[in-house]
């Protein structure tokens, strides 16, 4: 009996001493583990087996993320807007920040910079075109976009573009700050040259990421005013080093899941109506047009009225014929505008005998637009044989379609606002972004929010910090519900 006593003792202090070595054994290896289970799977895994406990949660929960735990943090972002503006050839509080200059380079540095910050994976193509990737758990599944742009064009404001650059980068620091995992990956980008400052090319960036052949070729010849070539002006922004075929540029198309933009209204409708978030339906595209006609000119005094060809009146008859056509579309998406009409030889006391007049046409309806611009053509004909001139020239310098907002993105805009208790109301965008052209390449939508008066492309452009956080939460939200998806 004592014996078997002692048996059993000895097998009980036996098993006490083995508890004591897994105990310090499993504490030892969940100690390590978070800084070596992602260089080093095996060890997890054979922690977990040899524990008999599952070191980690599931790598993945499709449980909503809580609207209580979205801090943004307000200041900071108010500060870069300030940082972001002071990149500028203008003084404040206007901006000029134009392609591959100096300060757009610096500005380019600064976002970077911040990307770094916010831990995303930073790289760049060969126009500039900056990505910022934050990794998901499953990085095979195409990724969630966001951005826009920071180039502005002279003596603008600091909001346009810029609030979806450094809104959405503040959005992955809301989503990190609330714990959230992303199934997709989310990656920010920040386009090149959205505004056509330089060359004349609106959206160049995006336009080429969509695949644009057209664009690639005519970026190897194209020239600024200072007849400095689109590559040269590249180079010296540290772009395009050794490669001419900017075809290296294109995205394959569902290279991202979805695609969406948070962007300042340009418009007064949110702010008059005193809503929170405009959610974007389309965009609409514009078409732009280049008209000439020539006449015989001559002496203000000596060429008597009945003999004379003015190809001015000619321009300014067909200015008119733009907004009779375009409001006889009768739809109030129709908009039409002549931005530019030059006369030759420009004396105030010679007739003028040539004209140059460009004319922008936007709908969100392409076939409505379309049939305004044949209308444009047949009165210009017209003008030529009641006004005696020639129309030495009527080109279409760009035919752009209008794009829809993605369902999908639309509703998952909708719910995100929604559950964060902010009004909003659909609309469409008659100003063009980016989103034009991702929406080439995947399901896209936007997010507007109010700014002052509706003012932009002017030192007066504002939006409120709380308009902008707003609008950074609703991005927020609804990247989170994207990703999961």
Same mark, same amino acid.
């Given at each position: 009996m004592i014996t078997q006593s002692y048996h059993k003792m000895e097998l009980l202090h036996h098993f006490h001493s083995v508890s004591v070595i897994l105990l310090l054994l499993f504490t030892s290896f969940s100690s390590i583990s978070s800084y070596q289970h992602e260089q080093d799977p095996s060890i997890t895994t054979t922690m977990e087996q040899f524990s008999? *406990?599952?070191?980690h949660e599931p790598p993945h929960s499709s449980q909503p993320i809580s609207i209580s735990s979205l801090s943004l943090d307000a200041r900071a972002l108010h500060?870069?807007?300030?940082? +972001?503006a002071a990149f500028s050839d203008s003084p404040t509080p206007s901006v000029t920040r134009?392609? *591959?200059? =100096?300060? =757009?380079?610096l500005a380019r540095r600064y976002v970077k910079n911040l990307m770094g910050i916010a831990g995303l994976s930073v790289r760049e193509d060969a126009i500039g075109n900056i990505f910022g990737r934050w990794d998901g758990l499953e990085t095979e599944l195409a990724a969630v976009a966001t951005g826009s742009h920071i180039d502005a064009i002279p003596y603008s404001g600091k909001y346009d573009g810029v609030v979806g650059v450094l809104g959405a980068i503040e959005a992955i620091n809301v989503l990190k700050r609330s714990g959230f995992k992303p199934r997709r990956s989310l990656e920010v980008i920040l386009f090149t040259s959205e505004e056509p400052t330089r060359f004349g090319i609106g959206c160049l960036g995006s336009r080429l990421l969509s695949g644009s052949e057209n664009l690639a070729k005519a970026l190897k010849t194209a020239t600024d005013s200072q007849n400095i070539s689109? +590559?040269?002006?590249a180079r010296s922004a540290g772009y395009a080093k050794d490669e001419d075929d900017l075809s290296i540029v294109f995205l394959k198309k569902g290279t991202y899941s979805a695609f969406v933009e948070l962007h300042i209204e340009q418009g007064p409708i949110?702010? =008059?109506e005193g809503l929170s978030i405009g959610i974007v339906t389309a965009i609409a595209a514009p078409a732009s047009l280049k008209v000439e006609f020539e006449g015989n000119g001559g002496h203000a005094g000596a060429v008597l009225m009945p003999s004379r060809n003015d190809a001015g009146l000619a321009a300014a008859e067909l200015a008119l014929a733009v907004e009779k056509h375009v409001l006889e579309s009768g739809s109030i998406d129709t908009v039409g505008t002549v931005g530019i009409l030059e006369l030759h030889p420009g004396a105030i006391n010679s007739i003028p005998s040539k004209s140059h #007049?460009?004319?922008?046409?936007?709908? #969100?309806?392409?076939?409505r637009r379309n049939n305004v611009i044949e209308k444009i053509h047949q009165s210009a004909i017209r003008i030529t044989k009641t006004r005696g001139v020639k129309l030495s020239e009527f080109? #279409? #310098?760009?035919? =752009?379609?209008?794009? +829809?907002?993605?369902?999908?993105?639309?509703?998952?805009?909708?719910?995100?606002?929604?559950?964060?208790?902010?009004?909003?109301?659909l609309m469409i965008s008659r100003a063009y972004h980016d989103s034009l052209f991702m929406a080439r390449l995947s399901p896209t939508g936007m997010i507007f929010i109010p700014c002052y008066k509706g003012y932009s492309h002017k030192p007066e452009e504002f939006a409120s910090i709380e308009d902008v956080a707003n609008g950074v939460k609703v991005l927020a939200l609804t990247l989170a519900k994207l990703s999961l998806q």
């Open positions: 008999g *406990y599952s070191i500060k870069q807007f300030d940082e +972001l134009v392609l *591959y200059t =100096d300060k =757009d380079v689109f +590559l040269e002006a949110l702010e =008059d #007049i460009e004319i922008d046409t936007r709908d #969100i309806d392409e076939e080109s #279409i #310098i760009n035919q =752009d379609p209008p794009a +829809l907002s993605s369902e999908a993105v639309v509703k998952a805009v909708e719910t995100a606002t929604r559950e964060l208790n902010l009004t909003s109301k």
